[in-house]
Each structure stands twice: as structure tokens, then as C-alpha cells.
């Protein structure tokens, strides 16, 4: 999975959210999808979003606190993992953080 669409064919969302229920006043933040996918070594998301995703995201106001954030609950040593993804504008990339780490900033 490198980030190509055609990598994620056949593989359904795992959890939908119908369009439209966003913070109308922030671009970008309708998550209408979350896929999952793995390998042996590797946990892929994809989230699919009802407008384009927005780079700046990371600067808008509360309530986002600066990236795009959900729960997983898990039957794994984490019952819940908060995951937060957010675009770093000088590395030019996406990254992502999980239960308070520091690598979604």
C-alpha cells in the first residue's frame, strides 16, 4: 500500500458516516469512510472524505485541535486506539499519530 487508490480495490470501508454532517465551517473534515487493510507487519487506513481533504486543516480552530481524529475499538492491548492524522506543510506529507503520540503534530 503505498498510497495508490487502485491498491485499496475491493477493499470496503469498514466504517461510513453519511456526507454532510461536518463542521460546515471547516473545509475538508467530512470522513465519510475508513478502510482497513494489513499485512504482515503493517495496519493501512484510508480515509475517504466528502470533500476535498484540506492541508490546512491543522491550523483551524477548536474543536479539531489541528487534524483529522477518530477511535478504533479494538479486542487488542489498546481497547481504543485514537488516531490522528494531520499534514505537515514544511515535509510536504500526511502523517500519522496513535494514542498521544507525537507524530501526527
Known sequence: MD????????IPPQAVDPAGDDFATVAGDDIV???IARDANNLFLRLDLGEPANTN?????APTNGRYRFVLFTNGPYPQLFIG????????QWSVGYNGSSDAA
Open 3 to 10: 498510497g495508490d487508490s487502485a491498491d485499496w480495490a475491493g
Open 33 to 35: 469512510g475508513l478502510a
Open 57 to 61: 486543516f491543522q491550523n483551524s480552530p
Open 85 to 92: 492524522v494531520a499534514y505537515d506543510p514544511l515535509a510536504t
